[in-house]
């Protein structure tokens, strides 16, 4: 059975910086892509950053320049270094790691993020 487990979120000022990790146990077969999603109350999850078994990187328009994916695909783990830190980045940040061929992957529990003064 895979279970994902993030961790990292927490309270942070405004400007501040987090660092979510994310780690898989069991057996994912070829993971080909990784990624960090969150979901603010009363809005819809969304793509926060993403990173493919090439290295490729995709980032949301409101966080490039500011976050940033890594992942280690033998490690089954995925990071997002978040800088700069905005009241609107709060949200719950779900991992999801993703086998070749799968259409959806596997998700994380969640980690909250508050950016807040």
């Known amino acids: 059975q895979v279970q994902l487990v993030e961790s990292g979120g927490g309270l942070v000022q405004p400007g501040g910086s987090l660092r979510l990790s994310c780690v898989a146990s069991?057996?994912?077969?070829?993971?080909?892509?990784m990624g960090w999603y969150r979901q603010a109350p009363g809005k819809e999850r969304e793509l926060v950053a993403a990173?493919?078994?090439?290295?490729?990187?995709n980032y949301a328009d409101s966080v490039k320049g500011r976050f940033t994916i890594s992942g280690d695909i033998a490690k089954k783990m995925v990071e997002l270094q978040m800088n700069s830190l905005k009241p609107e980045d709060t949200a719950v940040y779900y991992c999801?790691?993703?086998?070749?061929?799968?259409?959806?992957?596997?998700w994380g529990q969640g980690t909250q993020v508050t950016v807040s003064s």
């Open positions: 999801n790691i993703r086998p070749a061929g799968a259409a959806v992957g596997y």
């Open positions: 990173i493919t078994r090439g290295g490729s990187t």
């Open positions: 069991g057996s994912i077969f070829s993971i080909s892509y």
